[in-house]
């Protein structure tokens, strides 16, 4: 109904006012391009800007930055680098694991928050408990995966 209200009251200016209204309606058509390209324009730059921050499962064996020690026998090791010019005081992350061979993921509950502050060109690695598996699909060693879903920079 308002659709039809709005095609009648354009109709009327057009047929009293045609210079006016369609200079007015070009005006604002304008505008919401104007408006639309800055909206996407910002979201492509936020986009790029989490793109040069990655988060990784490091392989066993290495040294938490954080605390200068390896991680234990139940814990990933993973590391937050900082490709920005902005300081990182938070990620959202999700931890996958996979069999060789399969696409199904058997972590269960593999979302987390982290709080470590990243400098500019630099990382930070902690360790993480290892989420607990959903179901085990068959025997060999498991691939951990780690991917951004969310990037908090400091103001």
């Not at 057009?14 to 408006?35: C, D, F, I």
């Not at 996979?98 to 500019?120: C, E, M, T, Y």
């Not at 930070?124 to 598996?133: D, G």
């Not at 060693?141 to 879903?149: E, F, G, M, Q």
Request: charged share 20%; aromatic share 8%; proline share 5%.
């Amino acid at each position: 109904m308002p659709w039809i209200v709005l095609a009648v009251v354009l109709c009327v200016l057009v047929w009293y006012w045609p210079r006016h209204t369609l200079a007015g309606v070009a005006a604002l058509a304008v505008l919401g391009v104007g408006v639309a390209a800055a909206l996407w324009g910002y979201s492509a730059y936020r986009e790029h800007e989490k793109n040069l921050v990655a988060i990784r499962v490091e392989p066993p064996g290495g040294v938490a930055s954080e605390s200068g020690r390896p991680c234990a026998e139940n814990e990933l090791l993973l590391a937050v680098s900082n490709g920005t010019d902005k300081v990182v005081v938070g990620v959202r992350y999700s931890l996958s694991a996979f069999r060789q061979g399969r696409s199904s993921n058997l972590a269960k509950g593999n979302w987390a928050d982290d709080d470590h502050i990243v400098v500019p060109h630099e990382t930070v690695s902690f360790c993480r408990v290892r989420p607990e598996l959903v179901r085990d699909s068959g025997s060999g060693p498991l691939t951990w995966k780690a991917s951004l879903i969310n990037v908090r920079f400091a103001d």
